[in-house]
């Protein structure tokens, strides 16, 4: 049973930081890529970051390159999102996601991704 339970979302004003956490059991050992997600209300689930578990590559949405950075713990099977220099615009529920399967050019497109944690809220006040 492949299980991923976020945490880490709060408030925090512009300009501020917050760092978000993915536990992640059941599958571990065979995972094949992990990402993170957003949606903020009445848009679309959009890829935010997403790494590949094996050799470690990053990916970014243009929207956050050198503001968030993602990175893991295997001895910890956890991930991790730093938010730096947040907007209100990157206020919004953020859910970690992981796969199995290598999703080729569009490891940051949710479709890619069969395994999904409840989520953590971040709201961002300007």
């Known amino acids: 049973q492949v299980q991923l339970v976020e945490s880490g979302g709060g408030s925090v004003q512009a300009g501020g930081s917050l760092r978000l956490s993915c536990a992640a059991s059941?599958?571990?050992?065979?995972?094949?890529?992990m990402g993170w997600f957003r949606q903020a209300p009445g848009k679309e689930r959009e890829g935010v970051a997403a790494?590949?578990?094996?050799?470690?590559?990053?990916y970014y949405a243009d929207s956050v390159k050198g503001r968030f950075t993602i990175s893991q713990d295997n001895a910890k099977n956890t991930l991790y999102l730093q938010m730096n220099s947040l907007k209100p615009e990157d206020g919004a529920m953020y859910y970690c996601?992981?796969?199995?399967?290598?999703?080729?050019?569009?490891?940051?497109?949710?479709?890619?991704?069969?395994?999904w944690g409840q989520g953590t809220l971040v709201t961002v006040s300007s």
């Open positions: 996601a992981a796969d199995d399967r290598d999703p080729g050019p569009w490891i940051l497109r949710r479709w890619k991704y069969r395994y």
């Open positions: 059941g599958y571990t050992d065979s995972s094949y890529c």
């Open positions: 790494i590949y578990t094996g050799g470690g590559s990053t």
